[in-house]
């Protein structure tokens, strides 16, 4: 059963704790969101050992050094953090054991070493010497079968951090107890991504067609949308679609409960955003919701005249005050950090992948390993 670190005993979290968290964004909102993590082991722990990655490197390459994190948190924290720039495991242990009572210590990108991304056991071994016990709170990458998010619960006591648990108790609101009418807003380039969340929210254990809807609106934009409307025989131009698609996904096209844009904002034979119509179309259905999850952008927020549909959907959602909302995914988080609006957004998770496979009723490696189960009904 997984243990939340919140209702573990203080006595359990002296020591060395070694801490997962997420560094991989554009900006620093995540690394904000890990600083109450941080603050919590600190007034525990004799010292605490940061764990991190960027970005998908080939071996070493200083473009994705988290040395600049390493100050970045530095800052954020008004405390001074050891940066570790090589994987030498004793000199390590050495300098953690022998340094004084609250220290912060930080490795490099995890990803450097070819044994992180293959769950490799013996380089999850040599991340647990450092410590007495690990906290998981890197929701985000929750979903990959990594070494510091996997197999390195097998030789130490884990434990869940305050922001997994906020990630794991509010997404399974919306799946669990959602109050009607739930939208779902989904934008992006890959549908198949977003194929589990439509599935699982689209019936109650029964077909698509013809069951009661989990969710009342599938608001959807983005190339997602363009693969869609080729599929229903729509005109799509020069757009970004998928061509070849599986038998599920031509199985959407007909789902009554998803909404479509009726008019769009192009570029060359290519749309790029959603139209002024479907805007209020799209506004009206958030107005109306009770529940809401947003998971994508709905054009190419790239380019500024693309924008305007995401920025719509984003002002919709803050100014329901009435429903329970959830934001997820770099480009959307950052977006609505943009309109200055998060503060108005009910729960903003640090997920985007995770996000998505958790609401597809998927079980996250990540959490498997801290003992979590998906209840079933």
Request: net charge positive; charged share 25%; with cysteine.
């Amino acid at each position: 059963m997984i243990q939340y670190l919140r209702k573990v005993s203080p006595k359990k979290l002296k020591g060395v704790a070694i801490l997962r968290l997420d560094f991989n964004t554009e900006d620093d909102w995540r690394m904000k969101a890990a600083l109450p993590i941080i603050n919590f082991l600190l007034k525990h722990a004799s010292a605490v050992v940061i764990l991190s990655h960027k970005g998908r490197p080939l071996g070493f390459q200083r473009e994705f050094s988290l040395k600049q994190s390493a100050h970045e948190l530095e800052s954020l924290l008004k405390k001074d953090i050891v940066f570790f720039n090589s994987f030498n495991f004793v000199e390590m242990k050495m300098k953690i054991q022998a340094a004084k009572h609250g220290s912060i210590f930080m490795l490099e990108n995890l990803r450097f070493m070819p044994g992180e991304a293959s769950n490799n056991t013996g380089f999850a071994k040599n991340l647990a010497s450092l410590g007495n016990y690990y906290v998981n709170d890197a929701f985000a990458v929750s979903h990959r079968v990594n070494a510091s998010v996997s197999a390195i619960t097998k030789f130490l006591p884990s434990y869940a951090g305050l922001g997994l648990e906020s990630e794991i108790v509010n997404l399974s609101k919306v799946m669990e107890r959602a109050k009607r009418p739930l939208v779902i807003i989904l934008g992006g380039v890959k549908i198949n991504d977003k194929l589990g969340v439509i599935k699982f929210f689209s019936a109650s254990g029964e077909s698509a067609q013809g069951g009661k809807h989990r969710a009342d609106s599938f608001l959807i934009g983005g190339a997602l949308a363009n693969t869609l409307l080729y599929l229903k025989g729509a005109g799509v131009g020069k757009s970004l679609y998928e061509k070849r698609v599986s038998k599920d996904i031509k199985r959407l096209a007909q789902y009554k409960n998803i909404v479509l844009p009726r008019d769009y904002r192009t570029d060359n034979s290519a749309i790029l955003d959603i139209g002024p119509e479907t805007e209020k179309i799209f506004e009206k259905k958030i107005h109306e919701a009770r529940t809401i999850v947003w998971n994508g952008p709905l054009g190419m927020t790239e380019r500024p005249a693309f924008t305007h549909g995401t920025m719509a959907v984003a002002k919709a959602v803050a100014d329901n005050a009435k429903a329970f909302s959830i934001v997820g995914g770099g480009e959307t988080v950052m977006s609505i950090k943009k309109y200055n609006i998060d503060d108005k957004i009910s729960f903003i998770s640090t997920g985007g992948g995770a996000m998505l496979d958790f609401l597809a009723g998927l079980c996250l490696p990540g959490l498997s390993a801290l003992g979590y189960k998906k209840k079933t009904k």
